[in-house]
């Protein structure tokens, strides 16, 4: 929901740290080095080790946000960063949501969890599809403007709701199951809102 907004100012508020990292990993690198610190945040949070987890999920979220920053203002944009970028920031939101069942280890804590990663691979196909659609037809991400490799059409939660989510989850590890129930309805309206804006317009 607020993807849009922040996209337009992470340009300059990340500019500083993407151009010092930058002296010493390319883009690529950023991303990888961001897919193994969310898969540690993953590995804290099955351990019960909530502020460690907590503070490598944001140093995640804060490099997913950096390589990207970086590739362009180097000029080393590429189709496969962008490609890679999206394929790790699902395997890192993947192992989360399972990393916090295997600590808190309780039916209704496996069952949020399960609904949760279901919404996601609904929200997937919702958004991934009709992207490609879009970029097929000439009005995808170039067209409209956009920074992002592919466009990224609106739904309720996207990124940076997953990441305030997230933050929740391990700050308040009591109240996962209600966090979860309340993320995954709020991906089930992303989807319809989507659904409905395809109907219409593709």
């Known amino acids: 929901m607020f993807d849009e907004w922040f996209r337009l100012h992470k340009e300059r508020w990340l500019a500083p740290l993407a ?17 193994v610190i969310g898969m540690g945040a993953a590995v ?15 140093a995640n979220r804060l490099l997913d946000g950096v390589d990207g920053v970086l590739a362009r203002q180097t000029g ?14 699902f395997a890192v939101y993947g192992a989360m949501p399972i990393a916090i069942a295997l600590a808190l280890d309780t ?12 919404s996601w691979f609904v929200n997937a196909a919702s958004w991934m599809y009709l992207a490609a659609v879009l970029e097929k037809r000439g009005t995808g991400a170039a067209a409209r403007g956009e920074l992002t ?36 309805a709020g991906v089930a309206i992303g989807i ?3 659904i409905g804006w395809a109907s219409r317009n593709v």
């Open 19 to 35: 151009l010092l990292l930058g002296r010493v990993f390319s883009p690529i690198a950023l991303t990888l080095l961001a897919l």
């Open 44 to 58: 804290a949070a099955s351990r019960a080790a909530w502020t460690l987890a907590l503070a490598l999920w944001l």
């Open 76 to 89: 080393r944009q590429s189709e496969f960063g962008g490609y890679l970028d999206i394929v790790c920031d």
């Open 107 to 118: 039916r209704a804590v496996w069952l949020a969890s399960t609904v949760l990663l279901m």
């Open 149 to 184: 490799s592919v466009t990224m059409p609106r739904g309720l939660v996207a990124g940076t709701e997953t990441v305030v989510f997230f933050a929740l989850f391990l700050l308040w590890p009591a109240q996962y199951v209600t966090l979860a129930w309340v993320m995954s």
């Open 192 to 194: 319809a809102q989507r």
